[in-house]
């Protein structure tokens, strides 16, 4: 069983910056597509970036796009989200999530798709 442990989460003014972090358990780190959902109230979780088993590709949507970064060590265990320029609609629970794939494969975007996930960390941003 994989667990996954976030942090790095908090209250920032609008235009601030926060990185998260996300640590697994277990030695198959590196055969995971990461990924970073958030969940407003009253909202879906969505899908706002990911990267492969290398963090060689990411991907990201339309809301977040220039403004977070995705990284991954896999010697730490450990994925990231940079987020920098950060407005008032960032607000939400963010939670990290990752899945066993193979070389090659379309990295997962929704939830559904993936297997483990981490406890969520609130990030509140204010105007």
Do not use: H
Request: hydrophobic residues 30%; positive net charge.
């Amino acid at each position: 069983q994989v667990q996954l442990v976030e942090s790095g989460g908090g209250l920032v003014q609008s235009g601030g910056s926060l990185r998260l972090s996300c640590t697994a358990s277990g030695r198959t780190f590196s055969t995971y597509a990461m990924g970073w959902f958030r969940q407003a109230p009253g909202k879906e979780r969505e899908c706002i970036a990911t990267i492969t088993r290398t963090g060689l590709a990411t991907y990201y949507a339309d809301s977040v796009k220039g403004r977070f970064t995705a990284s991954r060590d896999n010697a730490k265990n450990t994925v990231y989200l940079q987020m920098n320029s950060l407005k008032p609609e960032d607000t939400a629970v963010y939670y990290c999530a990752g899945r066993y794939i193979g070389l090659g494969v379309r990295i997962p975007i929704t939830a559904s798709e993936y297997t483990y996930w981490g406890q969520g960390t609130q990030v509140t941003v204010s105007s």
